[in-house]
């Protein structure tokens, strides 16, 4: 009988030892980091340009679905696509909002895009644009994006 209690005491210290050692997630906390991870990621498309910016903050596993083209798997594929056009073009997004999972690992995050490059004649131009990015947290707790999505928004003076 003993031996049953000790036993018992044993398996329930190591029950609640595995217990209070489980992390609660500070869920507001994450989304904010997560948030500044996003603008991070804008300041830099608009700093280093958005091939190199998408190359550091895109999961090795990304997905990229632009719109009226077929997905591209892979942040080397992504890169190799969006590096074909480099500097002629500048990306710049502000995130609006996200969210983060209850367990801490998976978010995402939308906003608007503004797309800015000059035309033939050498005139500025820019296109609109809404986003939609989902976010996995790495193992060494920086955020990457997994999936990355956009498509056209009218201007802002057409809201």
Not at 97 to 114: I, Y
Request: hydrophobic fraction near 40%.
């Amino acid at each position: 009988m003993m031996i049953k209690l000790k036993f018992a005491a044993v398996i329930a210290s190591i029950a609640f030892m595995v217990f209070s050692c489980e992390t609660k997630v500070d869920i507001a906390a994450e989304k904010e980091n997560l948030l500044q991870t996003d603008r991070d990621f804008a300041a830099n498309s608009l700093e280093v340009g958005a091939a190199d910016a998408f190359n550091m903050y895109l999961d090795q596993n990304a997905m990229q679905m632009p719109e009226g083209r077929y997905p591209v798997i892979g942040r080397d594929s992504i890169y190799e696509g969006m590096s074909k056009s480099k500097g002629k073009y500048t990306l710049g997004w502000s995130p609006m909002d996200g969210e983060v999972s209850s367990s801490g690992d998976m978010g995402w995050t939308w906003g608007v895009s503004v797309l800015s490059w000059k035309d033939k004649d050498g005139v500025d131009q820019q296109a609109h644009g809404k986003y939609l990015n989902v976010w996995k947290k790495q193992a060494d707790g920086s955020w990457k994006v997994l999936v990355d999505i956009g498509n056209d928004n009218p201007t802002p003076e057409d809201k």
